[in-house]
């Protein structure tokens, strides 16, 4: 293995130094000193992490040219597709577009489509079975209703371990048990009970619809209908229809994620006649051997004996591992293996069983083996040798190292695949994605709740082969970071439109010549491009290109800020300009203008007459004047003035989908919006009113307070300190009103005198304060 490693690195540097002296073979005379450029920095090169080698290697395609060929390992179409599909074939445009439009590789881009697969056949053929069989049924029979119970019955004590003879029982059984320790021993628990409490839902309720009927019932019933009729259908026709459906789901979801289509796209059942003979040189080359039973093996240990080949190159720990074995062989595979001569030996061609689709081949009717179905698409579109294959990592073994030994021994050569990239794993909120831990996420759930930009920029916050993690910390990172890159496009649009208008009323032209806060602006742009450069070679790093990004818009908007009106927009228009270059090169469209992403909204309309465009506008500018014109006439305050252009700014334009900044000491920067941005700035005007209201009343409601002690301290002081202790408490009062003698005719105390003298000032103080001195 090392030397065949240390000869492709030879091979690489040999294509590598060719290229360099065939571009400084130019023949020409040495050029003096003087004319001699200066030194130069040593550029980086793009380096891929390989799989293969687990190394970060120098790209170095095979034609010695720009042309590259690339392999990637498409959907199995069964089903919706979900969030790790997205992961892995976002991930993939992106280094795909990076290659191609920054590194400038002209990419032969082929995906492939399963359409033969267990999971297919299995579902495929239960849906046949089941539409036959409600297929005009307008009423549910007692026959029906009793096939129906015992299938319900029938899958309780299968897939739920219980011993039951009626449903009747089921709701009690399911009530005693402790859920959670039954999803931890079985994790589909949960799936199986939903199923079965919708079949008995549907048992009881058998009178009112028929179709409600069999929608409830079909997850109980197409086991007991494939049991009794599956082994009759094997017409491949019969097999299409459901991953036609859902090859056409999956085309939908990966264009409303902007990924590009592939140059090619190749479909398993279109290749059978290919995969027999792909199969038929493997034996010739004596890498695979037939069954009595109409199989046909690879021989791993044959393979990986013989002098030039190793098996299991992406994962050789993983060599023997019977688990991942057997799940690449798939769920319909026999359980006989006493006529495989190892183990780990893997089928090419599987003798059909009844009720799976079958091809002739020279070895009896039967249908392709998982793995020998790129292999055979791949080379017969882009040859013996391919640059590049992507795919997920949980692909890497068995299908991908598979994969590499069976086309190795059908070209009988050393490499197939020079650079295997494999996309990390995706988590959700750290655990594996999984419908039984309920955070199985489909890509069309994901994209009612997130955008389609938010999802790249998620995918483009994390290294293509590491795993991520998607978490709700995750997208708010990204929703923040996705309303800098907004602001900043936005307030570059409305500087530049500023800057033309100023311009235009000018009668002479702005001064464009840079002070040196403009020639740092540019020459911060410029250590951006190299940290940019830098992070594409480095194994299309985008987390570290998209941070080099969102660090020069904050120190572009330190530039715009202190420079306030001196501004000089040509700068900030290159800035702008680059950043939407590489956004746009990773795959978020750029404007026409270039000056930041596409934002389409979905209330934007398509443009009628001038008149109808203007007229919200018009309108909105005429009442504005009959305000301002009414409350000169009145003589209005000017703190109504300003309330009237306040209105204006968050109320009446605002609507139009028009946002005004203020500046100190500058004309308002003007800035149009989308539906969606306008929402967030009406919502954020709203908590702001809302804040203020409830600032406003609490105000009011402290004022009402002191009104109110206020008119208790008046009350209060209407009591003249003469008479205030002239009550049945006391006898005798001195001339001032103060006791002298209690109720009993006893003296007063000193020290009850000394409490009553200090209340009596207290109270002449008020009583004073309202109504001047005592009599």
């Not at 597709?81 to 400038?104: L, P």
């Not at 371990?161 to 399911?174: C, K, P």
């Not at 097999?239 to 796209?265: H, I, Q, S």
């Not at 998620?458 to 997208?475: G, H, I, R, T």
């Amino acid at each position: 293995m090392l030397k065949r490693l240390i000869g492709r690195y030879a091979r690489r540097m040999s294509n590598t130094s060719a290229a360099g002296s065939e571009s400084t073979a130019t023949g020409k005379v040495a050029q003096p000193e003087w004319r001699k450029p200066a030194p130069q920095k040593s550029k980086p090169v793009l380096k891929l992490y390989n799989t293969l080698t687990r190394t970060k290697e120098p790209f170095v395609p095979l034609s010695g040219t720009s042309l590259v060929s690339w392999y990637s390992c498409g959907p199995t179409v069964y089903d919706a597709s979900h969030m790790g599909h997205a992961r892995n074939y976002v991930s993939v445009d992106i280094n795909r577009r990076i290659m191609s439009e920054y590194f400038g590789y002209d990419i032969n881009f082929v995906q492939n489509v399963t359409d033969i697969d267990d999971k297919i056949i299995i579902r495929a053929r239960q849906n046949y079975l089941f539409d036959n069989y409600t297929n005009g049924v307008t009423e549910i029979s007692d026959s029906i209703v009793e096939k129906a119970t015992s299938a319900t019955v029938a899958y309780i004590n299968k897939n739920l371990n219980a011993e039951m003879t009626a449903v009747s029982e089921f709701s009690a059984w399911v009530a005693s048990l402790d859920k959670e320790a039954e999803k931890e021993k079985n994790p589909k628990f949960p799936m199986h009970v939903t199923a079965v409490s919708n079949a008995i839902l549907a048992l009881e309720n058998h009178r009112s619809d028929a179709t409600r009927f069999f929608e409830l019932i079909k997850d109980v019933m197409v086991p007991v209908l494939d049991k009794e009729l599956g082994s009759t259908v094997n017409d491949p026709e019969v097999f299409r229809k459901l991953p036609a459906y859902w090859e056409n789901r999956y085309n939908d979801d990966m264009a409303r994620l902007n990924v590009l289509p592939p140059g090619v796209t190749t479909r398993v059942s279109e290749y059978v006649p290919e995969i027999v003979t792909f199969v038929e040189k493997i034996i010739d080359n004596g890498y695979a051997y037939a069954t009595d039973d109409g199989s046909v093996y690879f021989d791993t240990s044959k393979f990986d004996n013989s002098s030039k080949h190793d098996y299991a190159k992406c994962q050789p720990w993983n060599k023997g591992k019977m688990d991942l074995i057997e799940d690449g062989e798939g769920s319909l595979s026999t359980k006989n293996t006493s006529e495989k001569r190892s183990n780990s030996d893997f089928a090419l061609w599987k003798a059909s069983k009844p009720g799976e689709p079958e091809w002739e081949s020279p070895w009896g009717k039967g249908r392709p083996g998982w793995h020998i179905e790129c292999s055979v698409m791949a080379s017969d579109i882009l040859g013996s040798q391919i640059d590049i294959h992507s795919g997920g990592i949980d692909l890497a073994f068995p299908h991908h190292d598979n994969e590499l030994a069976q086309s190795e021994a059908r070209y009988d050569n050393e490499q197939w695949i020079d650079y295997f990239l494999h996309t990390g794993h995706l988590h959700i909120e750290g655990q594996k994605m999984s419908k039984s831990l309920k955070n199985f996420i489909t890509i069309d759930e994901a994209l009612a709740k997130y955008t389609s930009r938010q999802l790249r920029l998620v995918f483009a916050s994390a290294q293509w082969n590491n795993q991520l993690d998607f978490k709700e910390s995750l997208v708010n990172e990204v929703k923040s970071l996705e309303s800098s890159f907004n602001n900043f496009f936005q307030n570059v649009r409305a500087l530049q439109a500023d800057n033309i208008h100023r311009q235009e009323e000018l009668s002479y032209n702005i001064s464009k010549k840079l002070t040196p806060l403009e020639k740092k602006l540019l020459d911060d742009l410029q250590a951006t491009q190299e940290k940019v450069d830098i992070a594409f070679c480095d194994n299309l790093s985008t987390p570290q290109a998209v941070k080099a990004l969102s660090d020069m818009v904050t120190t572009t908007n330190s530039y715009i800020s202190a420079v306030g009106n001196e501004l000089k927009i040509e700068p900030v228009i290159a800035v702008c300009k680059y950043i939407t270059r590489i956004l746009d090169i990773i795959g978020f469209a750029a404007r026409p203008d270039k000056l930041g992403w596409e934002t389409v909204s979905s209330s934007e309309n398509s443009a009628g007459s001038v008149e109808d465009v203007a007229m919200p506008y018009v309108k909105v500018l005429s009442n504005f004047r009959d305000q301002v014109r009414s409350m000169a006439i009145s003589k209005a305050d000017l703190s109504e003035f300003l309330k009237l252009t306040d209105f204006i700014r968050d109320h009446d334009l605002l609507k139009l989908n028009v946002a005004l900044d203020d500046r100190n000491g500058q004309s308002a920067l003007v800035k149009f919006l989308t539906e969606e941005e306008k929402q967030e700035i009406l919502k954020f005007n709203e908590e702001k009113e809302s804040r203020e209201e409830a600032k406003r009343l609490k105000k009011l409601e402290q004022q009402k307070l002191r009104e109110q002690k206020e008119l208790e301290r008046k009350e209060k002081a209407k009591v003249s300190p003469l008479e205030m202790f002239k009550t049945e408490q006391y006898s005798a009062w001195d001339e001032n009103g103060m006791p002298t003698k209690d109720k009993d005719g006893n003296d007063v105390t000193k020290s009850m005198t000394k409490k009553l003298k200090k209340q009596w000032d207290q109270q002449k103080k008020l009583h004073e304060e309202y109504f001047g001195t005592s009599n």
